[in-house]
């Protein structure tokens, strides 16, 4: 089969650079699973370098045409095709409970979704790597203080480690896309429990940052806090200025309010 060609509504832009592929395989550790699952394999040009490495590699692939490419390429691949949408798949209809980590190309435009059905299934999930838009790659990673720090920021280092590791120029695409890329590592800490409710942490973060320029005694409003409480002085901050920690802090706080 002729090679596949990039389709624009699945946002594939296919790395051509093979040490690039190689230096995203290597991101991963193996330790502590003997799976592996890649996102959006396309021609598979990662996914040679996983197969040669001692571990049980399957791949999850939306594109008709990408899956018999790499059915037709990859003998190795044989009955570990998975031609499923991964935002919607159940993954344990492959994984039943194991543990596994997650490595790819991200398609960019489905990329934060990735994360956030990650960190659904963050109890099987104790490595993740790979390569997103520049600017998505870092805001995973950033830290307090920054404009770039969110959403995304918050909820993914409350449960991993996260490290940026290099950037990829926008030259070793085809087709090349109109922003550079990064490439980012989560790491499953130790001890992911919350010493608070999970729910309630995840709607105090997203609630807070959905305004993010008003002080977190304004944008958590809707929350339905006492008096009493919102005298506390962690509600004179803005969301950007509180680390994973203090919003943990302040959602026992919240708790104890009896939200």
């Known amino acids: 089969m002729e090679k596949v060609k990039a389709k624009k509504h699945l946002g594939q832009h ?14 991963l550790s193996l330790k502590g699973y003997d ?10 040009v990662l996914t040679k370098y996983l197969l040669d490495k001692p571990i049980n590699t399957h791949v999850i692939e939306i594109d008709t045409e990408s899956v018999v490419y790499l059915g037709e390429n990859y003998p190795k691949l ?12 159940n993954i344990n209809e492959v994984y039943e409970n194991k543990q596994f ?20 299934y963050k109890h099987q999930i104790p490595e993740f790597s790979g390569m997103f838009q520049k600017e998505v790659a870092e805001r995973i990673c950033e830290k307090k203080g920054s404009k770039a720090y969110g959403i995304l920021s918050v909820l993914a280092q409350a449960f991993y480690d996260t490290e940026y590791l290099f950037t990829v120029d926008e030259n070793v ?3 090349p896309p ?4 990064g490439v980012m590592k989560m790491t499953r800490k130790e ?44 509600f004179d901050k803005r969301p950007e200025q509180l680390s994973v920690e203090e919003f943990i802090v302040l959602t026992q706080k919240i708790e104890a309010d009896g939200v």
């Open 78 to 89: 044989k009955d570990k095709i998975i031609s499923q949408d991964f935002l919607k798949y």
């Open 101 to 120: 980590a997650i490595i790819g190309n991200f398609p960019y435009n489905i990329s934060t979704q990735i994360v956030f059905r990650t960190l659904e």
């Open 14 to 27: 296919f790395l051509k650079d093979e040490s690039i592929a190689k230096a995203i395989a290597d991101t």
């Open 191 to 234: 001890d992911y429990s919350l010493p608070c409710g999970e729910k309630l942490f995840f709607t105090v973060v997203k609630t807070a940052f959905q305004q993010r320029r008003k002080t977190l005694r304004n944008s958590l409003k809707t929350l339905n806090l006492s008096d009493e409480l919102r005298l506390d002085t962690i």
């Open 178 to 181: 109109k922003v550079k890329s």
């Open 35 to 44: 799976e592996v699952l890649e996102i959006g394999p396309g021609m598979g």
């Open 173 to 175: 695409f085809i087709p």
